[in-house]
């Protein structure tokens, strides 16, 4: 079983990738890209969306709703937090404009 799960969209498929806290998160994204033939240059995209995406899942962890947390928190504005129902649309539009949807 793993801690984070992610869906990641491309131009010919839908696809989730699955980690652990311990993993080496570059690595993740590396064998990642290599095994759906995803061009390399995403690789620091994917890093990205990844160290996010387990920052936004450990930080809600005993966070009230209302509360900024260190990953809401983007260039010293805090970013709106998104609801339960909307989330794995909002990755994956977030996703698409880093260019891996």
């Known amino acids: 079983q793993f801690e984070f799960t992610l869906p990641v969209v491309t131009e010919e498929c839908s696809y989730v990738i699955r980690w652990n806290r311990s993993d080496d998160i570059q690595q993740v994204a590396q064998v990642f890209v290599q095994e759906h ?3 390399p240059d ?3 995209n994917l890093v990205f969306a990844l160290q996010r995406h ?3 899942v450990m930080g ?3 966070k009230s709703c209302n509360e900024p947390t260190s990953e809401s928190v983007v260039n010293g504005t805090v970013a709106e937090v998104e ?3 909307s989330g794995l649309e909002a990755q994956s539009r977030k996703l698409e404009e880093m260019g891996l949807g």
């Open 83 to 85: 609801d339960n129902e």
């Open 54 to 56: 387990a920052a936004t």
């Open 37 to 39: 033939n995803i061009h």
């Open 42 to 44: 995403e690789v620091p």
């Open 60 to 62: 809600s962890l005993g």
